[in-house]
């Protein structure tokens, strides 16, 4: 209890770094926690589960001896310690385990558990299913919408290539004027043929292009013995019907 020596040569050794005095306390704290824990778990009641399970463990680890009755009579009969039960020890050697309930739940309810989870992993499974179905059915629309935005696109292309062809024949037979407004391309449209959002030349006509395309087909065979797909002009009637294949794209492929 004296005062401390401040001079003295154990005062002047002590480590008087920055926070070191902070981080003692610290540790000196934590320390006594967890003495106190300790002390705490030691000197706690146990449960009367907790009892029980600790009897009973111990009950089942330590081996079986001559005052239990049931190996009193296996030994009168010949069985060793150790030894696999039967007449010719095939059978277990270890005791058939003990599963002690210890939950609230009622008998049956882990089944019932497990089939929940079962259901619920079949819907997933189902859902997922679904899922694909749709997408797969989402790209098969997709792939049928551009390729029908393809068809449409060509079709486009083989009537204003037909139209073409149309106003070049008839000029050369001095015809001024077509036989249908369609059958020409104007002069503004023709500037605008390459444009990918282009509308229809022909909006005078309720008629759709595949419609249109076979009229002016028909036209260009009759009138002037060409085939558009061919790219050629027939000497007659005859020389078309017997040299040329049909009077569509399909027939020519």
């Known amino acids: 209890d004296e005062e401390e ?8 050794k002590q480590d008087v770094r920055p926070g070191l005095p902070m981080v003692r306390r610290v540790k000196e704290a934590f320390q006594k926690e967890e003495k106190q824990k300790e002390a705490n778990e030691k000197n706690r009641q146990k449960s009367i589960k907790e009892e029980e399970k600790e009897r009973r463990d111990l009950v089942l680890k330590s081996a079986l001896g001559n005052d239990n009755k049931g ?6 009969m010949g069985y060793k310690s150790g030894q696999a039960l039967g007449k010719s020890g095939e059978g277990i050697v ?3 385990p003990l599963n002690i309930k210890t939950g609230l739940s009622g008998l049956g309810h882990e089944e019932l558990k497990k089939r929940k989870a079962e259901e619920k992993l079949e819907n997933y499974r189902q859902k997922l299913h679904m899922k694909k179905q749709a997408n797969e059915q989402a790209a098969d629309q997709f792939r049928i919408r551009f390729k029908t935005k393809q068809e449409e696109r060509k079709m486009e292309g083989d009537l204003r290539k ?4 149309c106003q070049q024949l008839d000029m050369q037979k001095d015809i001024d ?5 369609w059958f020409w391309i104007e002069p503004e449209e023709e500037d605008k043929k390459d444009e990918e959002d282009k509308e229809d030349e022909c909006t005078s006509s309720d008629l759709s292009v595949s419609e249109k395309l076979h009229i002016l087909t028909a036209y260009l065979r009759e009138e002037h013995f060409y085939c558009i797909w061919c790219g050629t002009t027939y000497e007659d009637s005859e020389d078309l019907s017997s040299n040329c294949p049909g009077d569509s794209a399909a027939d020519h492929d």
């Open 5 to 12: 020596d401040y001079m003295s040569d154990l005062f002047l």
């Open 71 to 76: 190996f009193a009579l296996l030994q009168k």
């Open 162 to 165: 037909s139209q073409r062809a």
């Open 177 to 181: 004027v077509p036989k249908e407004t």
């Open 94 to 96: 270890e005791p058939i």
